[in-house]
């Protein structure tokens, strides 16, 4: 079941630095050593069991991007399920972003209607935090006006902080079919085992699939500073030619575990009862095990629901 999700921008815009950061693995630092795209890179991610991201990283230099509309217009554009548009905040071209990202869009209508739009608000590190806000929402209005009539999502992003992974989540949550039943499962789970909060990533790329809460939190980027921490993390283990397996930390207010669960995900258990062991959170994660494991393969092949936590 493939998914095709075309990546795009102007040259210099930050595709492949956050490609490479989200799915290879690679740290912010490190993407000042890649190169620029020529053409179209493509690349296939697996992502759930069945699912897989049929990403097209398309090289953003003006006789690439002019050609892509020409001569490879029914090509690149055809069948796509995702378009990520990617805007460079402080670009001194933008009149030619907004023309490029308005012949994506006349494409896109012509040949892949139902597809979703996402645009990024790349780098906006750069921008200082007081401006933030502000130059975001102006994007966001001009972008959305633009885009009709078909209707885009914004995201700002950086590679330098959780942005990227907020907005990575996001999309890629879009993409799951059948999410809402694994959501209800979630939940069920949560209940069972008394836990505040159950939280769902993916196992390669530590981006958040899916979660539930018992109690509302002011934190709301915690998800995605914690797909960070732990996938840099993770890393580093990689480093020393040691696997990342678990990990368990606590303080006075709560205990958090976090835990191979299926092929194909990682689990995360938070629990504000503190007195509660170890053996015993993860004997009941390891007891809904298999029930996830049959769900996450009903819910990658689109089959109908997969059950409910007895």
Not at 26 to 38: E, F, K, M, S
Not at 273 to 294: C, G, P, Y
């Amino acid at each position: 079941m493939k998914k095709k999700v075309l990546l795009m921008g102007k040259n210099g815009s930050g595709k492949t630095s956050m490609r490479s950061i989200i799915f290879a693995n690679y740290i912010a630092r490190d993407t000042r050593r890649l190169g620029a795209t020529i053409d179209v890179e493509h690349s296939h991610v697996r992502f759930l069991g069945n699912l897989v991201l049929n990403l097209w990283d398309c090289g953003g230099q003006d006789a690439f991007m002019e050609n892509y509309f020409a001569s490879q217009r029914d090509n690149i554009f055809r069948n796509v399920e995702v378009l990520i548009y990617v805007f460079d905040v402080e670009s001194d071209e933008l009149e030619k972003d907004m023309h490029y990202y308005q012949s994506c869009l006349e494409a896109i209508l012509q040949h892949s209607r139902e597809a979703r739009i996402f645009c990024l608000i790349h780098k906006m590190d750069l921008v200082p935090e007081a401006q933030r806000d502000a130059m975001f929402h102006d994007r966001e209005e001009d972008l959305k006006k633009l885009s009709q009539p078909l209707n885009c999502v914004c995201f700002r992003t950086s590679i330098w902080d959780e942005t990227l992974y907020k907005a990575w989540s996001s999309i890629v949550y879009d993409l799951i079919p059948n999410v809402h039943e694994l959501e209800q499962n979630l939940k069920t789970f949560a209940h069972i085992i008394e836990a505040d909060e159950v939280l769902l990533f993916e196992r390669a790329t530590f981006l958040i699939i899916s979660h539930y809460h018992l109690r509302d939190h002011k934190d709301l980027n915690r998800f995605e500073r914690v797909s960070n921490i732990i996938k840099q993390f993770k890393l580093s283990c990689g480093k020393l030619a040691a696997q990342f397996q678990s990990m368990e930390v606590r303080n006075a207010h709560f205990a958090a575990f976090i835990e191979v669960f299926t092929a194909n995900t990682y689990v995360m258990v938070i629990m504000s009862d503190t007195t509660i062991s170890s053996a015993a959170t993860l004997l009941n994660i390891r007891s809904a095990r298999k029930h996830f494991e049959q769900l996450e393969k009903s819910v990658a092949c689109e089959a109908g629901p997969g059950g409910g936590l007895a």
